[in-house]
């Protein structure tokens, strides 16, 4: 079966500073990866996706960075807000196939 | 706001209840999803319709029912449930079924009592 997992369960960062989140998929046949933001209460928040024809993609303050050779996904997040508090969780599919969801990374910014 | 909302947010129920989850969605999308969010675990993908036509049924036990009149809105019917099926249940949209991203409701935080 699919393992979707991250390496940390929790992270506090420092306001200002960035953060980098982690997971890990065991399928090397994936080729679609979302990050996921899920603040306290809410469901989850697309953040950013990746196709496995690329290595990085860039949002607004965030960087996915996708190492397809260790099957490593990486959400960057730059100057990190009180708001960017929430869990992050990866997904990953291989294309016409359901998504498979990690655990989630609970971020904390110390103001 | 997703374009997804959820009702009710809270449902508390007993084991020999039968309640029902809502779901709508506001974004012309063609496919529906349920998951179960468990603390600790991965979101689990419980049922998938797509045109109002059930594709995908992930071994979800008979007390759970799902039901989608028309693409924008989508159910969960419950009954006979287990303390072990209390979870937090979110629906999600998507312009297709595969290959996008999915916008998911706020959930129901499910207590079986």
């Known amino acids: 079966g699919e393992s979707v997992g991250l390496h940390l369960p929790t992270l506090s960062v420092q306001e200002g500073d960035n953060s980098i989140i982690n997971c890990a998929y065991s399928?090397?046949?994936?080729?679609?990866f979302i990050w996921y933001k899920q603040e306290s209460g809410k469901g989850p928040q697309f953040i950013i996706d990746?196709?496995?024809?690329?290595d990085k993609r860039q949002g607004q303050r965030v960087t996915v960075l996708l190492n397809k050779t260790v099957k490593h996904l990486s959400l960057q997040i730059a100057a990190t807000q009180p708001g960017d508090s929430a869990v992050y969780f990866c997904?990953?599919?291989?294309?016409?196939?359901?998504?498979?969801f990690g655990t989630g990374t609970s971020l904390t910014v110390i103001p | 706001e997703t374009g997804v909302t959820q009702t009710p947010r809270h449902l508390v129920m007993g084991m020999t209840n039968k309640k029902s989850l809502k779901c709508e969605q506001h974004?012309?999308?063609?496919?529906m999803y349920w998951y179960k969010q468990s603390a600790k675990k991965p979101l689990e993908l419980m049922f998938v319709?797509?045109?109002?036509?059930?594709?995908e049924n992930n071994s979800v036990p008979s007390r759970f029912s799902p039901e989608c009149p028309n693409s924008s809105h989508l159910f969960l019917h419950l009954h006979t449930l287990q303390p072990e099926d209390s979870a937090l249940y979110l629906c999600?949209?998507?312009?297709?079924?595969?290959?996008?991203?999915?916008?998911f409701g706020p959930g129901t935080r499910l207590t079986v009592t």
């Open positions: 999600a949209s998507s312009p297709g079924q595969t290959d996008y991203e999915q916008y």
């Open positions: 399928n090397s046949a994936s080729d679609y």
């Open positions: 990746i196709r496995s024809n690329m």
């Open positions: 997904a990953e599919s291989v294309t016409g196939n359901q998504f498979y």
């Open positions: 974004l012309g999308h063609n496919a």
């Open positions: 319709y797509s045109l109002e036509e059930r594709v």
